[in-house]
């Protein structure tokens, strides 16, 4: 069976098309500049050169039909009929507490969506923009929502709770839901099939670095905390993110520069983190090229970054009382070795025997080991595959 794994942002679409019978990728793809002038679909399929198709899509159903197409067309198209997609999987970024595990999703499943919205205002209408868009075009074919959050409900309150007034959780839903869901399962289970042991008796931490990044405690395979919070604003600093803050610096910058409130929080969101630190930029390539000529603020930001993931490590290591394996993924976890060094040192009173020339000369792609062989802890590289999850989890739904 074809799955088709759908990922709708507000002006953006991503998909992937793959082959259940061997988890391979068939096709795959991005609309960009939706409902915005100069459109545009990259899309990559036979061959596996990538076809540019420039055409109006004024909504997302315009671009899901024109994925459609690119995927039955006669010259780089991989099916000959939509017939051939037997599902389709949406990313949709949160459920509240109402979900804890993917769905097929109906109209019910939509109405709850909807009613969550306002918790992700800039991601979940565009999942449900996604959703309906698809529907629409593929009215018969069977979908199933997979959430972000969903990974993380099995938190206890005392992780998830804020030491906020009680009704801020019960009346308005205030806690922490955390995010990245998919990728820290994913990861969790592949590096506990990669040292051949149970998960239930594994305690890992889960280190997701991108452009967002978050840190996930798993316990026996659930997830117990994680460095997201009620947005993903929360935890370590991120590309453009400021993560863990004083919530009271909030009104003192309102005060001192007359931002607004939503100003203020774009500001945290997009104008902070390792751009923010460095004045440099927000990619870590970006930075560790500057940190060559020297750049100090470049440095600073780096040195920053690691000591709060490393923080985060050995907060986490305290909360399940013990760790047998750091991992590492996502974009940075998996390519940027200087800041795996960077993270990991200083961390032997863990039991961690970091293999600093391992590290230097890992293999791309694929689980890679960092500990040296004897490392009480091991710390692996396990590249992450969310779409994979994705249609993993639609395929068992159907
Ligand atoms: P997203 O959160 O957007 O899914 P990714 O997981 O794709 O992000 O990570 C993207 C980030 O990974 C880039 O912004 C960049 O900082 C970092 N990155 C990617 N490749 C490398 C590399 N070779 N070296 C260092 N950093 C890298």
């Known amino acids: 069976m074809n799955i088709l794994v759908i990922n709708a942002g507000s002006s953006s679409l991503k998909y992937q098309l793959i082959d259940m019978k061997t988890e391979g990728v068939v096709a795959k793809g991005l609309c960009e500049r939706i409902g915005i002038a100069g459109s545009v679909l990259k899309h990559k399929g036979k061959g596996g050169e990538e076809v540019v198709v420039s055409a109006p899509m004024p909504d997302h159903g315009a671009a899901i039909q024109l994925v459609l197409d690119a995927l039955t067309d006669k010259n780089h198209g991989v099916i000959k009929s939509m017939k ?4 389709v999987g949406h990313r949709v970024v949160h459920s509240a507490e109402d979900f804890d595990k993917s769905v097929l999703i109906d109209d019910k499943v939509l109405a709850v969506c909807e009613k969550n919205a306002e918790l992700a205002p800039l991601h979940v209408p565009a999942n449900i923009t996604g959703i309906r868009a698809c529907k629409k075009v593929m009215p018969d074919t069977p979908m199933v929502a997979v959430f972000d959050t969903a990974f993380h409900s099995t938190m206890p309150p005392k992780a998830y709770l804020y030491a906020v007034p009680y009704e801020a959780y019960t009346d308005l839903k205030v806690r922490r839901y955390g995010f990245h869901g998919t990728s820290h399962m994913f990861v969790a289970r592949e590096a506990a099939a990669y040292l051949k042991k149970p998960i239930e008796k594994l305690k ?10 978050s840190i996930t405690a798993v316990d026996g395979g659930k997830s117990v905390d994680t460095s997201m919070g009620f947005t993903p604003l929360e935890g370590v600093p991120m590309g453009t993110r400021s993560g863990d803050i004083d919530a009271a610096v909030i009104e003192y910058l309102m005060n001192k520069t007359g931002m607004t409130i939503a100003e203020t929080i774009n500001y945290l969101n997009k104008k ?72 990991m040192d200083g961390t032997d009173f863990l039991g961690v025997d970091f293999d600093k020339e391992a590290n230097k000369n890992f293999t791309r792609g694929v689980i890679f080991e960092l500990s040296k062989k004897g490392s009480r802890v091991k710390v692996l590289i396990v590249p992450t595959n969310e779409e994979l999850v994705i249609a993993r989890e639609t395929k068992n739904l159907v």
């Open 84 to 87: 051939e997609i037997g599902a």
């Open 204 to 213: 890992l931490v889960t280190c997701h670095l991108g452009n967002g990044s």
């Open 272 to 343: 902070s983190g390792v751009l923010g630190v460095s004045g440099v930029g927000s990619d870590f390539r970006d930075l560790a090229a500057a940190e060559k000529e020297g750049n100090r603020r470049a440095i600073l930001a780096l040195d920053l970054f690691a000591y709060r993931v490393k923080k985060y490590i050995g907060a986490y290591a305290a909360a399940m009382n013990g760790l047998d394996c750091v991992v590492f993924t996502a974009g940075v976890g998996e390519n940027d070795a200087a800041m795996r060094q960077r993270i």
